[in-house]
């Protein structure tokens, strides 16, 4: 029934936090660069409201007006090449995401069920997930040493990043010890992988339906 699209608009308080946030990734291609302004076009001319906000990813932006739309009764799917977006999986949230990289293969992931298929840990842990392995894609760095069964294997005894670290004492010897020198790196990883939902933007619904576009703007930019 309604419709937008986000787009990121560059640096990101993330980057201010760790320098080397997406530093492995390439460069994007010239030629990507001017597309990615014509799709801007694209998306006016078919009057899709178009969210950014300065300062935040794309991600932040869409988990904000997913939370808000769900908060009205809204059921919410997200269109996403991004695994990050799984940790807003539940409730009236869908995430919608291509498999092996293909768009025509891409499923809904509904609920917790469907993230532990994925991640191994529900949705609501993945961000603590993400704060031990890292992410590769990301440049998160996670905990030195520590790989997803080991993580997975942690999240089934403890609940939470918190409850790990309140009971190191606990956990056994070496494992114990990369937690320890890593601490730091932890938090900032979770803290890196965490999407804001508390942004304040706005979604105008009448100007977001579906089919509220005018043959004559498309027909100019297809032309």
């Keep these: ?18 320098p080397e946030y997406k530093a492995t990734r390439e460069k994007m291609p010239d030629d990507l660069k ?4 014509r799709i801007r076009q694209m998306v006016d001319a078919f009057n899709i409201p178009r969210l950014e906000m300065e300062g935040y990813e794309a991600d932040d932006v869409l988990g904000s007006i997913a939370k808000k739309a769900a908060a009205q ?18 409730g009236l949230i ?24 994925k991640f191994g840990v529900p949705a609501n842990l993945v961000v603590d997930y993400k704060a ?17 069964k080991t993580a997975q294997n942690l999240f089934a005894t403890y609940h939470s990043l918190d409850d790990i670290y309140a009971h190191l004492d606990a956990i056994p010897g ?19 992988a965490l999407i804001r939902t508390d942004l304040p933007v706005e979604l105008d619904l009448e100007k977001a339906k579906a089919d509220h576009w005018e043959l004559a703007s498309v027909e100019e930019i297809f032309q």
């Design 34 to 37: 001017i597309q990615i302004g």
């Design 174 to 192: 070496k494992l114990r010890e990369k937690l320890e020198v890593d601490r730091k790196m932890a938090y900032m990883s979770r803290d890196l």
């Design 94 to 117: 869908i995430v919608n995401l291509p498999e092996g990289g293909k768009l025509a293969d891409a499923r809904d992931y509904v609920n917790d069920d469907d993230v532990i298929g």
């Design 1 to 18: 029934d309604y419709l937008a699209v986000a787009f990121d608009t560059g640096k990101t308080f993330r980057d201010e936090m760790f």
């Design 73 to 90: 009764g809204l059921g919410v799917k997200i269109i996403t090449g991004d695994r990050d977006l799984l940790q807003l999986v539940g």
């Design 132 to 148: 031990l392995v890292g992410d590769t894609s990301d440049n998160i760095p996670g905990v030195k040493g520590i790989g997803e």
